[in-house]
């Protein structure tokens, strides 16, 4: 028979069911192997159970709660409830963000392809004087137009 | 199914009454923090989670279903606020090899063992406690809740595997390789009944 060592903490736990208890402890009869699990993890249940409390609240527990509530509520409890009956409040001004979010969004972008498509001019700029010299061939040349701009700016 | 004394004093205070939050606080409030004190190490840290829990209590009162068990409500509160303290990270216990004689932490003496505990008793408990925390650490989350529900709070898997949303299958299997993870883990203090007293 198959072992039943993932049914024996279940077991000790009192958690399975009486039909595959009653397999499991048939096996356990004849099999010493799952029979020494049981040991290993009966002894982790009793160690557990004797672990010794930790320490106690320090004096004033009790005191310390119902000041920090009283806080509280005086300053939220009406605040909660509202927030929690009536979610709607949170729809405008969530709308509002997600309004101005995009709105700020797409003026990056259209600042941001402007940017882009400055530079790219400049380029088409200086490529066309340049094209004219027959003088752009690679990748190498491409970049030297790039510059032109601080080449003409370095000209006295 | 027996009436739930706490069920009663959830009501009573869905109600309006005060005093019956207050009377499920002194009734629980020691055991949350202690609780708590299987997720953080410091004690004035886990009176805090402890606090944090009841505020939630008392914010959620109104979502409470007399259907449900008091401490099932209050520790599916209690297991996801403490979870979450330890997925921040701020407070996860440290492993810490520290001497067998203690570790300089302030502690209750007679907390841990009882008044009638010799010095030999008391290290041992101290030890085995630290070989708990470490043992907590090292688990996944859902493993380390699972296993104290189960060994710590005593509460049968039905229970935990509403606490924790899941499956009794799955508490069981939560709870299994927890106890086998302890079985290495604590064998040391975990003497098989053939080898005490040799």
């Known amino acids: 028979m198959k072992h039943v060592r993932e049914d024996l903490t279940a077991l000790l736990d009192g958690a399975l069911p009486a039909s595959r208890r009653a397999e499991v402890e048939a096996h356990l009869a004849g099999c010493g192997a799952c029979r020494a699990e049981r040991e290993r993890l009966a002894a982790v249940l009793s160690a557990c159970a004797a672990l010794p409390p930790g320490p106690p609240p320090a004096p004033g527990f009790e005191q310390r709660f119902y000041a920090r509530l009283a806080r509280e509520k005086g300053v939220r409890p009406s605040a909660w409830r509202r927030l929690r009956l009536s979610p709607w409040r949170f729809a405008v001004p969530a709308a509002g963000l997600g309004a101005a979010a995009a709105v700020a969004v797409a003026v ?3 600042r941001a392809d402007r940017l882009e498509m400055a530079q790219h001019l400049d380029l088409l700029e200086n490529y066309v004087v340049v094209a004219s010299l027959d003088s752009v061939e690679s990748a190498e040349d491409v970049e030297v137009v790039t510059h032109l701009d601080e080449l003409r700016g370095a000209k006295p | 199914m027996a009436p739930d004394p706490d069920a009663a004093l959830m009501l009573a205070f869905q109600g309006g009454d005060e005093a019956a939050f207050r009377a499920l606080f002194e009734k629980h409030g020691r055991a949350m923090m202690a609780f708590c004190q299987k997720f953080v190490k410091e004690p004035a840290r886990a009176e805090e989670l402890a606090q944090d829990i009841f505020l939630k209590l008392y914010r959620s009162a109104d979502r409470y279903s007399a259907s449900a068990r008091f401490t099932t409500f209050l520790y599916r509160i209690a297991t996801n606020h403490c979870l979450n303290e330890v997925r921040r990270g701020e407070y996860r216990l440290r ?89 290495a883990a604590l064998a040391p203090w975990t003497p098989l009944r053939g080898e005490e007293g040799s």
Do not use: N
Request: no cysteine; proline share 9%.
């Open chain 2, 95 to 183: 492993r810490d090899p520290a001497p067998a004689d203690g570790d300089g932490e302030p502690q209750d003496l007679d907390s841990l063992s009882g008044p009638a505990a010799t010095p030999e008793e008391e290290a041992h408990g101290r030890a085995l406690e630290r070989s708990v925390r470490s043992l907590l650490e090292g688990l996944p989350e859902k493993q380390r809740a699972a296993f104290v529900l189960a060994r710590f709070e005593g509460m049968p898997y039905e229970e935990i595997a509403v606490v924790l949303s899941t499956t009794v299958p799955s508490v069981k299997s939560l709870v299994h390789r927890a106890t086998v993870a302890a079985a």
């Open chain 1, 108 to 110: 990056w972008q259209a």
